[in-house]
């Protein structure tokens, strides 16, 4: 047996990991300040008059950006995510909406969003009712206010990150807390003032037609940014003096802007904000003025969400952040059943996909050990059967269970595709000890005899087929990355059908990847094409080994795309520490005891100084986009950009953790002919990184019917998308080329 006992417990971690956002940035232990390779992120609080019912208490997060990186207003314009606070106060305290300073508008090629650079507060007020009773610290008798805070945000330069912290925050009674009173002064002198005239807007054909009274007399004559609180109304990347214009007629400021193109809102009332350029402002002086303007006039019809195709208007799409979230808030139980013709062709493709799967590199490891354990079984009809059955089932029930973990989170908001779960570096570094350990036992190294105690090893010989069920676990576990021909197809599907035909989707992945060895346990023709069992046994387990071992080298590659060189370099001497306890259990009597006490203290120590590293994520190295390099960073933007100026593009949908992506990246998408095939219709290349979880890539995936890498895709302005196959063909690529 195989370590049955180690595939469920490294399992059982690795699924709870997998549930973890995999790109987020954590703080390892809250505080009042988090800081990722982007921003630094505080907590901070402004009490004048100390803590009390009926006294002003300020909260707030305070952003500090590195250079050219934003994050976004409350509009986030053409594209991004607003910060979201999530606070969680004692009873009797409340906390009201962030008060938004002016933001900015931020060019991107020929989009606009709506943010902040540099340094910004997002303030928020806190209620305190007669009702609230602050703990006393323990033997101090001492109190405060315990303000915890989780918060999103998506930081952006031209690629966007998506980030979160917890933070904590202990404020006392009294007293007035005032360190950070300069910036909660700026945040407020950022502020819209109200208008005292709502003012008045107006549908006029494709624009609006905007009429403000009442601003004050220093700001007349002056020209004004405009920002509007609803998206996705008006152009927001047109430019004043071109676009749209703006005049003064005496007090009355007046503008007319272009309606979006595929405008998704027709509001009776539109809350909008005009501001001072920052050359005009003045200290002291307000900036910036709201109103809550009523409409009139009638919207026209709202554009077709794309003109070529569904699909295409999704790539294509500036907004791809905001698409996936608004596809992750769709309650599911709204979604139509499928034809029955539909559903039966896509559960045939199901079966398939996951039968070929069979054949991709990611599954060999498994399928080997497998054969060497059906081969120990030969003229045991009986037990073939039993085994083939457990198997099954461990592969059927885990799809189920990844599919359904998968349909819930996304449901729940987060954006994830199929192979989720090796985008967190938790377990991927659970799947490297894991293949260490079998790797480990395979070579000889240790039995179950040795290293375990003799009630556990008989339990394990009573039930063997738990360690065929639990191989079916760990075949779906570490072949999920992978996405096979068919299986790409099925697995888009499944995300738009109801959960109960989904999952029936899953369950026929499942069944296809599981068949091939269900088949073998029922027929004895196939079963009698294996060799007799013998001593050649025991060196094609000792081979076995080392598929293995190179299984581990390439999540340690992986883990090295997530967690930078430290992390790989921590898990490696990690590993090293693993296997030297491993080995100090094989020994007997006190030498055993010694060594192995000493090994365990030597990596608990060593874990916890630089362990972190494991689990911490970096920033990906950048593709350079200069004129001399051929591959550049994906972006909806830069999509937009090129097709927009009439440049076909290709885009390669990838993972480090996806092995047939790299299968195709360096053999298809690095052949010669290709390549100079790609030169000579002018297509640019662009690569989009799903190592780690990107709400963007997943968007484009799912609005292209995938829900996994790899995926290839040729856009030629005008036209249809064209999406290659997931086992890309040089033959295939060069036609598609050619067709342009």
């Not at 309606?259 to 001072?276: C, E, I, K, N």
């Not at 036992?441 to 087929?465: D, M, T, W, Y």
């Not at 369950?507 to 599981?514: E, P, R, S, V």
């Not at 010669?672 to 990107?694: I, P, Q």
Request: aromatic letters at 8%; glycine letters at 8%.
């Amino acid at each position: 047996m195989i370590l049955s006992r180690i595939h469920l417990a490294t399992f059982l971690v690795a699924t709870a990991a997998a549930c973890m956002p995999a790109a987020a940035q954590l703080a390892s232990k809250p505080g009042a300040v988090v800081t990722t390779p982007h921003v630094r992120a505080e907590l901070v609080a402004h009490a004048p008059n100390g803590v009390s019912p009926g006294a002003p208490v300020w909260v707030g997060l305070q952003i500090t950006h590195q250079p050219e990186w934003h994050t976004y207003w409350k509009n986030a314009g053409d594209s991004g995510l607003p910060t979201e606070l999530n606070w969680t106060l004692p009873p009797g305290v409340a906390a009201g909406e962030i008060a938004w300073p002016v933001p900015k508008k931020i060019p991107i090629g020929n989009l606009a969003n709506y943010g902040y650079e540099n340094t910004v507060l997002l303030p928020v007020p806190l209620e305190v009712s007669s009702n609230f009773k602050p703990p006393l610290a323990l033997g101090t008798g001492a109190s405060g206010l315990d303000i915890r805070l989780k918060a999103t945000w998506l930081v952006c330069r031209k690629e966007c990150i998506p980030e979160e912290g917890e933070f904590t925050l202990a404020l006392p009674l009294q007293g007035s807390t005032a360190l950070h009173k300069a910036d909660f002064d700026a945040a407020q002198a950022a502020q819209p003032q109200p208008l005292e005239k709502p003012g008045v807007v107006e549908v006029s054909g494709n624009n609006l037609q905007v009429r403000l009274e009442g601003l004050p007399a220093a700001v007349q004559g002056k020209t004004l940014g405009f920002f509007l609180e609803t998206p996705e109304v008006i152009r927001t990347a047109a430019v004043s003096g071109k676009d749209w214009t703006q005049s003064w007629q005496g007090s009355t400021w007046t503008a007319t802007l272009p309606l979006a193109d595929q405008r998704s809102a027709s509001p009776t009332a539109l809350p909008l904000v005009v501001a001072l350029a920052e050359a005009d402002r003045q200290p002291g002086q307000p900036v910036a003025w709201r109103t809550e303007a009523p409409v009139s006039g009638t919207w026209p019809t709202a554009a077709p969400r794309a003109e070529v195709s569904p699909a295409l208007q999704a790539a294509l799409s500036a907004n791809a952040a905001n698409v996936a979230n608004a596809a992750a808030s769709a309650p599911p139980t709204d979604l139509p059943p499928q034809p029955a013709g539909a559903f039966i062709v896509a559960l045939l493709g199901a079966v398939l996909g996951g039968l070929l799967l069979n054949l991709m590199p990611c599954v060999f490891p498994i399928l080997a050990i497998k054969v060497l354990g059906f081969a120990r079984q030969a003229g045991n009809r009986s037990a073939q059967r039993a085994a083939g059955l457990a198997y099954t089932g461990g592969v059927m029930l885990s799809f189920l269970a990844l599919g359904g973990a998968m349909l819930a989170l996304r449901a729940a908001g987060a954006q994830l595709g199929w192979g989720f779960q090796l985008q967190s570096p938790a377990v991927v570094a659970a799947l490297a000890a894991l293949f260490t350990l079998i790797g480990l036992n395979l070579v000889g190294l240790f039995e179950f005899g040795r290293a375990a105690p003799v009630s556990v090893c008989s339990a394990q010989a009573k039930h063997p087929i738990a360690n065929d069920f639990l191989s079916g676990v760990l075949a779906v576990v570490i072949a999920s990355p992978c996405t096979a021909p068919f299986m790409g197809v099925s697995l888009g599907f499944a995300i738009g059908l109801p959960a109960g035909q989904a999952l029936l989707l899953f369950a026929a992945l499942g069944l296809g990847l599981a068949l091939p060895y269900l088949v073998a346990g029922f027929v004895p023709a196939i079963a009698r094409l294996l060799p007799k069992p013998g001593p050649w046994m025991n060196t094609l387990r000792r081979l076995l080994a080392f598929p293995m071992f190179a299984t581990v080298a390439w999540l340690v590659w992986v883990l090295g795309q997530q967690s930078g060189i430290d992390g790989a370099g921590t898990l490696l001497a990690l590993l090293v520490c693993m296997a030297a306890i491993v080995w100090a259990l094989t020994l007997r009597g006190r030498t055993r005891l010694v060594i192995a006490t000493v090994l365990v203290a030597f990596t608990a120590v060593l874990t916890a100084a630089i362990g972190r590293n494991v689990l911490q994520t970096v920033e990906p190295a950048r593709l350079a986009s200069s004129a001399g390099q051929r591959w550049q960073p994906w972006s909806a933007e830069r999509v937009a950009e090129l097709t927009g100026a009439g440049q076909p593009v290709f885009i390669d949908f990838t993972a480090a953790w996806c092995v047939t992506c790299q299968y195709n990246k360096k053999a298809t998408l690095a052949d010669a002919e290709v390549l100079a095939d790609f030169d000579s219709k002018k297509v640019a290349m662009l690569r989009a990184d799903w190592t780690r979880r990107d709400p963007a890539i997943t968007a484009a995936l799912t609005s292209l019917g995938r829900s996994g890498v790899p995926l290839y895709v040729l856009q030629a302005p005008g036209k249809a998308p064209v999406v290659l196959t997931e086992i890309l063909g040089k033959d295939e690529v060069r036609a598609a080329l050619s067709a342009l």
